[in-house]
């Protein structure tokens, strides 16, 4: 499209800060309007060199573009030079790039993102956080046959004001497996519930470690402790191993997270084979696409829990979508991951720290000022490899 004298995309840049776990991607989207750019985020774990890769070839496309036609843009990035945009690298590059073009359209209109998509819907949104805060050896290195240290982080998570928290509690299996790790995740969540009690919602992620045998038996083990949702209980890529086990469980199934796309998204809802749908705005081609799939969750009234375990950017971006979003039921959020993430990123948001629930951002766009230089002290770094074996070998998942 073609305007006279119309706003333009001068520069696409990526900026890798290593945050330990992850190196998280920030994208900023630079237009010849002074002091006008946006931010956003495209944070991909393992993929860090690909993903800044995909943004310089997507970069090619957008150059001189009004970064206002978000859809258009949307639209060239996702369908042109005929490769579609599904995989998760060029998913994740798109995603970075719709996020700062939303920042900048709000900016430029002097209002917080959720205002353009026609919020706000509620008055605040609760925070869930990982145990140990999302620090690496907490949430991911319990080991699963220390009950008493689950409980006992459980007991911080809710010390530090959560009333919701997520945790690793299901260990790798193989395909089939006994009763002992099935026994070690009951008395984990057994612990746990004990510990805070029925008023405090507890969650399970089992990073779709089980076969879709193996989570429908943690599944039904855990069903008892009423948790508010069991994540990933078998490969996102077996729909009908999810929906047998959202069918014959009254908890809520979560996935969504390694889905890229409103196809993907379609064929996982169509299925029931979810309850919550953890789209992640960073991965599923960025707030547009993800305005999208929250429609179609809405049709079946599927629950929207965003999955953010990454930088402040792709928080920001979860709150503004959670303000203009009446499915959306809770933001993940991580604090603990280093200790200098606020340095990097001031968010405009407010966070109750009794509570930790969020009032919303009034400054324009996302509400986020990035401190450039901050992010220089953190070049990137291989991030930590987390490499699963099972006892005879063979590959696990992490
Ligand atoms: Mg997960």
């Known amino acids: 499209m073609n305007f006279e004298n119309r706003m333009k995309i001068t520069a696409i840049e990526t ?4 945050a330990r776990m992850r190196n998280w991607v920030f994208v900023k989207v630079v237009t010849n309007e002074p002091g006008l750019f946006g931010w956003g985020e495209a944070t991909l774990e393992w993929h860090t060199r690909s993903v800044v890769g995909a943004i310089e070839d997507l970069s090619q496309l957008l150059i001189g573009e009004d970064p206002t036609s978000i859809e258009h843009l949307w639209q060239m990035m996702w369908r042109q030079h005929f490769w579609h945009g599904g995989n998760i690298v060029r998913s994740t590059a798109i995603a970075g790039i719709d996020i700062a073009l939303w920042d900048i359209v709000g900016k430029l209109h002097g209002v917080p993102c959720h205002k353009l998509w026609g919020g706000p819907v509620r008055d605040f949104i609760r925070l869930y956080c990982h145990l140990g805060g999302g620090d690496m050896e907490h949430f991911y290195r319990t080991p699963v046959d220390n009950a008493k240290r689950f409980a006992e982080l459980a007991q911080q998570a809710v010390s530090e004001g959560f009333t919701a928290f997520k945790s690793m509690a299901v260990p790798p299996t193989m395909p089939i497996e006994g009763l002992k790790q099935i026994k070690a995740a009951d008395a984990c969540v057994s612990a746990m519930r004990e510990a805070v009690g029925d008023d405090v919602d507890i969650m399970v992620d089992c990073h779709a470690r089980p076969s879709p045998a193996m989570g429908m038996q943690f599944a039904k083990a855990l069903e008892p402790y009423g948790l508010y949702f069991l994540e990933e209980p078998c490969w996102p890529e077996s729909i009908e191993g999810l929906a047998a086990i959202n069918a014959a469980v009254s908890t809520p199934i979560a996935t969504g997270e390694r889905i890229t796309h409103l196809a993907g998204f379609r064929d996982l809802f169509a299925q029931r ?38 930088g402040p950017i792709s928080t920001a971006a979860s709150l ?3 303000f203009s979003q009446p499915g959306y039921v809770i933001c993940e959020a991580v604090h603990a991951d280093v200790p200098w993430r606020r340095d990097v ?7 109750d720290r009794t509570t930790r629930t969020v009032t919303r951002n009034t400054a324009p766009g996302l509400g986020v000022s990035v401190n450039e230089d901050e992010i220089r002290r953190h070049p990137f ?4 490899l987390q490499r699963v074996f099972y006892a005879d070998g ?3 998942d992490w």
């Open 273 to 310: 084979a979810c309850d919550v749908c953890q789209l992640d705005i960073t991965h599923c081609g960025g707030l547009s696409e993800a305005r999208r799939i929250a429609a179609l969750a809405d049709a079946y009234r599927i629950a929207l829990a965003p999955h953010n375990p990454q």
């Open 345 to 351: 990123v001031q968010e405009s948001f407010t966070i």
């Open 320 to 322: 503004e979508f959670g």
């Open 394 to 396: 063979a590959v696990g």
């Open 15 to 18: 900026l890798v800060c290593h």
């Open 381 to 384: 770094q291989q991030e930590v």
